[in-house]
T-cell receptor, first 115, second 114 residues
């Protein structure tokens, strides 16, 4: 049983560019959450997708957007990249149940560097 | 936003000793808590969780204690091993208008001395 997978593992972009990160949830999981983890910090919640819709959103600008597909996989898009967007982007999936009431499992993350 | 803080940013213990990592949370409405372990270059790994209707839960070599009166959470690791060296995060699940949301602390770095 594969866990949460993310691609790519590493990415280098320049300011102003756009990036798309991908996530496949753990088998049987239907909810996907995205987090940004700056160096030396804890993960910060970006948003959560369920039934192909954004269900919750953290304190991130509209430059951050996402999508969930019928197979529950998800994408995170960031437009107009800033240097401060450099971070580890983590995807977490949750089994069916009430959001935030079930354990969420993390993928290995995508390391984004913006130059 | 929520604030989940850890009392000590770093902790060093001798191999074989017990480790205790503490976490303070700020929202008394938080009703579910998870401890994660994160090794360098990897995503957080689930260790143990506890719901607010409990004050103690045990796993293999790990115990989580929840004190709702003082909004404090701790992770105890028995017979700490070199493989336990990592950053440990506590996360609290807090009800919002659109459902529960997880908030993470800044982490405690545990170093096990052989």
């Amino acid at each position: 049983d594969a866990g949460v997978t993310q691609s790519p593992t590493h990415l280098i972009k320049t300011r102003g560019q756009q990036v798309t990160l991908r996530c496949s949830p753990k088998s049987g999981h239907d909810t996907v959450s995205w987090y940004q983890q700056a160096l030396g910090q804890g993960p910060q919640f970006i948003f959560q997708y369920y039934e192909e819709e954004e269900r919750q959103r953290g304190n991130f600008p509209d430059r951050f957007s996402g999508h969930q597909f019928p197979n529950y996989s998800s994408e995170l898009n960031v437009n107009a990249l800033l240097l401060g967007d450099s971070a580890l982007y983590l995807c977490a999936s949750t089994p069916p149940g009430l959001a935030g009431k079930e354990t969420q499992y993390f993928g290995p993350g995508t390391r984004l560097l913006v130059l | 936003g929520e604030s989940v803080g850890l009392h000590l940013p770093t902790l060093s213990v001798q191999e074989g000793d017990n480790s205790i990592i503490n976490c303070a949370y700020s929202n008394s409405a938080s009703d579910y808590f998870i401890w994660y372990k994160q090794e360098s270059g990897k995503g957080p790994q689930f260790i143990i969780d506890i719901r607010s209707n409990m004050d103690k839960r045990q796993g293999q070599r790990v115990t989580v204690l929840l004190n709702k009166t003082v909004k404090h959470l701790s992770l105890q690791i028995a017979a700490t091993q070199p493989g336990d060296s990592a950053v440990y995060f506590c996360a609290e699940s807090t009800p919002t208008d659109t459902g529960n949301q997880f908030y993470f602390g800044t982490g405690t770095s545990l170093t096990v001395i052989p």
